[in-house]
């Protein structure tokens, strides 16, 4: 069981806005940032968001982060075809037996 | 362009040990901390170890903790994970990922630029 938690699937339609939530604790999302990864079918994870809400350069801006208290959230906005892939959120943990944790994905259906 | 090639992967009995190893071109290797993340077969992302620019913080994963060793060689802009007493619960894609931001783990963990990974099978 993964330490951030999120809805294991979402979906949308052409055109749509859809979010991801992700929950985590006051020891990773409560004092550090959170970033969001995209990964494709048979392919290497993909960087979306870094320090909660900023984008690399080349990600589209209908890719936007937000994040409040424990919790971090990813709005895709205008849904494309090419956008259905699994989503995961990622932050550091300071807790004892800390480091990196990523949550458990979430799967992005285009309908 | 940067970029990060992984390699050792392959087939070991459990018990033993194996090698990973991580070469970077196109960037200034000593300038970024560095990480290993894995995935196993129809899985999520799973962090395995990080280390500072300089190898003077490491961490680890609680699944992997006594079993594995991350290094690095600035000279040789490669990072490295050594895998001992390996289980089948250590079957998985292994990635190398470079830290976008700050040269040491913790707090900045966003990875901006992935290899493609090497196929770790443990497995008698």
């Known amino acids: 069981q993964s330490v951030l938690t999120q809805p294991p699937s979402a979906s949308g339609t052409p055109g749509q806005r859809v979010t991801i939530s992700c929950s985590g604790s006051?020891?990773?999302?409560?004092?550090?940032?959170v970033n969001w990864y995209q990964q494709l079918p048979g392919t290497a994870p993909k960087l979306l968001i870094f320090?909660?809400?900023q984008r690399p350069s080349g990600v589209p801006d209908r890719f936007s982060g937000s994040k409040s208290g424990t919790s971090a959230s990813l709005a895709i906005s205008g849904l494309q075809s090419e956008d259905e892939a699994t989503y995961y959120c990622a932050s550091w943990d300071d807790s004892l037996n800390g480091g990196g944790v990523f949550g458990e994905g979430t799967m992005l259906t285009v309908l | 362009e940067v970029q990060l090639v992984e390699s050792g992967g392959g087939l070991v009995q459990p018990g033993r040990s194996l090698r990973l190893s991580c070469a970077a071109s196109?960037?200034?290797?000593?300038?970024?901390?560095m990480h290993w993340v894995r995935q196993a077969p129809g899985r999520g992302l799973e962090w395995v170890s990080g280390?500072?620019?300089?190898?003077?913080?490491?961490a680890y994963a609680d699944s992997v903790k006594g079993r594995v060793i991350i290094s690095r060689d600035n000279a040789r802009k490669s990072v490295y994970l050594q895998m001992n007493s390996v289980r089948a619960e250590d079957t998985a894609l292994y990635y190398c990922?470079?830290?976008?931001?700050?040269?040491?783990?913790?707090?900045?963990?966003?990875?901006?630029?992935w290899g493609q990974g090497t196929t770790v099978i443990v497995s008698s």
């Open positions: 990922a470079k830290q976008l931001q700050g040269s040491t783990i913790g707090y900045y963990f966003g990875m901006d630029v």
């Open positions: 320090s909660n809400n």
């Open positions: 280390i500072d620019w300089n190898s003077g913080g490491v």
């Open positions: 196109g960037l200034t290797f000593e300038d970024y901390a």
């Open positions: 006051s020891s990773n999302i409560g004092r550090n940032p």
